[in-house]
């Protein structure tokens, strides 16, 4: 039983900064597929950030390139998405989700769709 739940979530000024973070529990691969989704209303889930945990390697949308950063404590089976310089396209409801994966480039091409284990999200809404 894997269960994944977000935490951080809030309501900041565009500029501000936010850390998720993702308590992962039941999900004992070694190897695989770990990241953060995110879904505005009335658009689809998009990726944001994702990590393969063999090295650590991360992949980030462009949209969120430079400003934000995903980690792992494998210790504590945490995933975190630490966001700086937050803007108001930066709306939306986060997910972290997780699969099994045998390299980073299959995490990459691994579609919301793809992914077996999701959270139930936290709102992060950035004002102007």
């Known amino acids: 039983q894997v269960q994944l739940v977000e935490s951080g979530g809030g309501s900041v000024q565009a500029g501000g900064s936010l850390r998720l973070s993702c308590a992962v529990s039941?999900?004992?691969?070694?190897?695989?597929?770990m990241g953060w989704f995110r879904q505005a209303p009335g658009k689809e889930r998009e990726r944001v950030a994702t990590?393969?945990?063999?090295?650590?390697?991360?992949y980030y949308a462009d949209s969120v390139k430079g400003r934000f950063t995903i980690s792992r404590d494998a210790i504590r089976n945490t995933l975190y998405l630490q966001m700086n310089s937050l803007t108001p396209e930066d709306t939306a409801m986060y997910y972290c989700?997780?699969?099994?994966?045998?390299?980073?480039?299959?995490?990459?091409?691994?579609?919301?769709?793809?992914?077996?284990?999701w959270g139930q999200g936290t709102q992060v809404t950035v004002s102007s």
């Open positions: 990590i393969y945990t063999i090295g650590n390697r991360p």
């Open positions: 039941g999900y004992t691969y070694s190897s695989g597929c």
């Open positions: 989700a997780a699969d099994s994966g045998p390299s980073w480039a299959y995490c990459q091409g691994l579609g919301p769709a793809g992914f077996s284990y």
